[in-house]
């Protein structure tokens, strides 16, 4: 490790003695809403992203159909089976279903007719399986109001691909998980993570490189929802 | 005499190319306009300025701390972090690592500091394939060329020329438009993303006090990177680390309105170390290689030491009356524009890029911009100093330049000799008749003369119109 | 009041009429205007090159001048800069120059700013009846941050058919030396300025440098612009004596 502590050296000697300026310990004013979610929703909405009011009695699997049938979707990948139970969603298991370890939940439409309890059945969370699917939908850690940013993290029995590879997205929102700015998320970044990954997503991708013209989904997914839930 | 000459020619042929000089018009308005308004829209900027440039001075007053500080996060995370003193110790690193796991492919997402040190062509002599992934960077490659924007690096090529050269080189249709272009990336992208063992990315920030990489970006190629391939390689200069995750709130707000405009860019990934165990996918390896090369020079001189601010917004480009006019690949360097031309000769020397800090009109728009409150004009001109200064103590290299401005300041500092030198310059100019005609035959009037006609000496100075005027 | 006049060593040999009409405008404020005819140049030129030693020998010189001037007013935005920014840092922190310094760069003020700021003049009495449109040079704006000042001493001028251009504060490419050391992208950068000024329907473009004005009323002329270039101290001197 010769370079380390050449590294290191040559940098404290560069440092020192030249005077220091403060750390700044006030943070400046981020913006509040009296109404954040419509400031959600307004922002989420401008970048591309589909809002979905699911607050109301049986909107929330009102909410899951109208995705499910915009995205084409077959093929539904949950990112957890506490999701399910989190937001009482009714489903049942597939005979074939074993147990939940590496595997990852999905359900089945055919035709693309979504109904309830769900038919779930397990499948391998690789990269090829991943890949081939067009809807996933996992949770939010939280919402940031002032730019209509959905949190992720990645949690133990998830990882890092299943929010990325499918190439439409839902994230389910509650209310209660609604924050007005970064300045109120970034302090406790890693402090409730115990994942390796936490993700700021802000619509859909995109890119601009070609003449500054906006195209959508150039890598990662081209649709993105949210169903605000109570 | 400082040589601009080289930046001169290229200048030529960037005016005289109409397709580029098309480009830069379209795309550079846009984006200036974009950032105003944004930044217009956020009532405390001033504010949330200068808290970005106070982290980044403080820091950098004691970077020696803040380093040891991430390494040891990341490295209880389970990442290892390597040290890199130059260019070619980072670049051997990830050589190394990859023939000992005996991959040829990466795939690598946007990173100034990989076009630094040449990392594309030292991976390439080794046989290590290496795939770029933004969209910009892609067609760049696929070019043969190299970026001449901080974030847009194909700025300098039309949709045309884009659409020919996947047409050439990727069997899309002819017809294609933005939306074919960008679908054709994608798909073959994608199979990269699926193939390669190692993804390369940079680092916009890194946290020392959890030991978080923060990468920004739309595309959603910098997330594949660090999700697809077995191992994450990120390339950091060691001047991107910030104290503390509230600081991000800032940062973020200021680089993201900065450079695009934007309120949030679409992804903003804060990622530490590699995959945990109970996680389902994910690199397995993380490995962070610090990377000096000339940094710690600047950050010796604290003044100078400023410049190590920069966070890669690349407002100061799009603003650049200069680089409006050339673009960047007329600076011959991998940071162009008003950032490039006081990084480009500090990492370097002067000696190596000395024309960069003369190739400014020094109108200080460049510093409006900044985000962090970079005093670009004035650190040119201390360059231009220092510049003078090194060319001084080589003997052999007194030029006329020096010569002249040694007798300009014994002129100015006697106002006899003054008043003498103007009354035979002054006599000088009726007797030429037209001074113009014999202008073009001398520098610098030759040069003036070039573009703009050469203004009217005036029959009698200010200091005898005011004596009269008096008497 | 008492003012001493630093009218630059570009209006002294090439424009001077502009240095008489900054006499006659403060004159007609009611100031007390005197020139030493001792000073030379502010010592900008071999500062911006990188030329410090010497620049700092001429800027001594400047320094003899004007130490003992209760304010100096100065008819360009460049030159003051150079005297209330850039000279005080030619002289090591702590030294007696420096402090020297510091004091002459606080006493001296760009004309439109000693108009407006110090002598809270709303309008000459000058009259113009003329389109024109004005070009923020780039040290006023962005160093000394001078904006208002001079538009609002346009606006006091009778007659006169204010357009603001678009771009208004962008540079207009000349940068001292840089005007001959990269003539191209020099005059590149000001033709667009004057598609700005010429798209404004301005008759005249004012400004406080003549710097600034020489080198776009240079290209004017070369593309036969019809537009006149005008210092802001000769439109403010447009009254009757």
């Known amino acids: 490790m010769g370079s380390r502590s050449a590294m290191l050296d040559r940098i404290r000697r560069a440092c020192a003695g030249n005077g220091t300026t403060e750390l700044p310990s006030q943070m400046p004013d981020f913006p509040h809403y009296a109404d954040p979610v419509a400031q959600f929703r307004k922002e989420f909405e401008a970048v591309g992203g589909v809002f979905l009011d699911g607050r109301g009695s049986g909107e929330l699997l009102e909410g899951l159909k109208t995705v499910v049938r915009a995205s084409d979707s077959i093929e539904v990948y949950w990112e957890s089976q506490a999701l399910l139970r989190r937001y009482d969603i009714p489903f049942n298991r597939a005979p074939s279903h074993h147990k939940a370890g590496n595997l990852l939940l999905y359900s089945c439409h055919p035709e693309q007719k979504i109904d309830f309890p769900l038919l779930l059945e397990s499948r391998s969370h690789g990269k090829a399986e991943l890949a081939r699917s067009s809807l996933s939908i996992s949770p939010a850690r939280c919402g940031i109001a002032e730019t209509g940013t959905i949190v992720h993290e990645v949690t133990p029995g998830t990882g890092r691909l299943f929010s990325l590879l499918p190439p439409t997205r839902l994230v389910l929102l509650s209310e209660r998980d609604l924050i007005m700015n970064s300045a109120e998320f970034f302090p406790d970044l890693l402090v409730d993570s115990q994942g390796s990954v936490v993700t700021l997503i802000t619509g859909p991708s995109r890119t601009a490189d070609i003449e500054k013209t906006l195209v959508v989904g150039v890598h990662g997914p081209k649709k993105m929802f949210v169903i605000l839930t109570s | 005499m400082i040589n601009t000459a080289k930046i001169n020619r290229n200048v030529e042929a960037a005016l005289a190319d109409r397709q580029l000089q098309r480009n830069l018009c379209s795309t550079l308005g846009k984006s200036v306009r974009m950032r105003d308004d944004s930044v217009a829209e956020v009532p405390n900027w001033e504010e949330l300025s200068r808290y970005a440039r106070d982290v980044k001075l403080h820091t950098l007053s004691r970077l020696d701390h803040y380093l040891a500080m991430l390494e040891e996060k990341i490295t209880a995370q389970g990442g290892k972090v390597i040290w890199a003193e130059t260019g070619q110790e980072a670049v051997q690193f990830i050589v190394d690592l990859a023939r000992q796991r005996k991959i040829g492919k990466l795939v690598k997402s946007k990173s100034m500091l990989s076009e630094e040190i040449h990392l594309n062509s030292m991976l390439g002599r080794a046989q290590i394939e290496s795939i770029e992934t933004d969209l910009g960077e892609y067609i760049v490659q696929l070019a043969g060329e190299t970026p001449s924007h901080l974030l847009a690096p194909a700025l300098h090529k039309s949709q045309k020329e884009i659409a020919d050269l996947f047409v050439r080189n990727l069997g899309m249709t002819p017809s294609g438009d933005v939306h074919e272009i960008t679908s054709t990336a994608r798909r073959v992208l994608r199979e990269h993303f699926l193939s390669a063992p190692i993804g390369v990315t940079g680092v916009n920030f890194g946290v020392a006090e959890t030991g978080t990489i923060v990468l920004v970006e739309n595309e959603g190629n910098a997330r594949l990177s660090v999700s697809v391939p077995q191992i994450h390689i990120a390339l950091m200069g060691i001047e991107k680390v910030i104290p503390r995750t509230r600081d991000l709130a800032v940062f973020l707000k200021v680089l993201i309105r900065s450079a695009t405009g934007q309120k949030m860019t679409s992804y903003i990934s804060c990622l530490n170390g590699p995959r945990r165990p109970e996680e389902l996918t994910g690199p397995d390896e993380f490995y962070l290689v610090l990377v000096d090369n000339g940094r710690s020079k600047i950050l010796a001189d604290r003044f100078l030491r400023q410049t190590l601010s920069c966070i890669r917004c690349g407002a100061c480009q799009n603003i650049c009356p200069v680089y409006q006019r050339i673009g960047g690949h007329a600076y011959e360097s991998t940071y162009q524009g008003p950032i490039g031309a006081i990084l480009t000769p500090q990492l370097t020397s002067l000696a190596a890029a000395p024309e960069h800090a003369f190739a400014s009109s020094l109108c200080g728009a460049c510093q409006e911009v900044c985000p962090v409150q970079i005093e670009i004009p004035h650190i040119l001109l201390k360059l231009r100093e220092q510049a003078q200064r090194e060319k001084k103590t080589k003997a052999s290299q007194l030029s006329l330049e020096r010569l002249v401005m040694g007798g300009w300041a014994l002129v100015m500092c006697s106002p006899r000799l003054y008043v003498v030198f103007s009354r035979w310059t002054r006599r000088l100019w009726r007797w030429v008749g037209d001074i113009r005609g014999l202008g073009r035959f001398l520098t610098p009037l030759t040069h003036w003369y070039k573009h703009r006609e050469i203004p009217e000496l005036a029959a009698r100075s200010f200091r005898e119109l005011y004596r009269s005027r008096e008497e | ?241």
């Open chain 3, 1 to 241: 009041m008492k003012v001493s006049l630093f009218v630059t060593c570009l209006i002294d040999q090439f424009f001077p009429e502009v240095g008489l009409s900054t006499v006659k405008v403060l004159e007609k404020c009611g100031v007390e205007v005197s020139f030493d005819p001792r000073q030379t140049c502010c010592g900008q030129p071999a500062f911006n090159s990188g030329y410090v030693d010497e620049s700092r020998e001429v800027v001594e010189h400047f320094l003899a001048v004007f130490d003992d001037s209760e304010h100096i007013v100065v008819p360009s935005g460049s030159c003051a800069t150079m005297i209330k920014t850039f000279i005080p840092g030619l002289f090591p922190e702590g030294s007696s120059k420096r402090q020297r310094a510091e004091e002459v760069g606080q006493r001296t003020l760009e004309l439109s700013d000693f108009l407006v700021s110090v002598l809270g003049i709303q309008t000459t009495g000058a009259r113009f009846p003329q389109a024109v449109t004005y070009h923020d040079s780039c040290h006023l704006v962005r160093e000394l941050n001078i904006r208002s000042q001079p538009r609002q001493l346009i606006h006091g001028v009778e007659g006169v058919d204010f357009r603001e251009m678009e771009n208004c504060d962008r540079c207009c490419g000349f940068g001292g030396f840089f005007s001959v050391k990269s003539p191209d992208v020099s005059a590149a950068i000001g033709d667009e300025k004057v598609q700005w000024i010429r798209e404004s329907g301005a008759d005249y473009v004012i400004s406080t440098d003549v710097s600034c004005l020489m080198h776009i009323d240079g290209l004017m002329r070369r593309n036969q612009v019809p537009v006149q270039t005008m210092h802001l101290a000769e439109l403010l001197a447009q009254f009757d004596d």
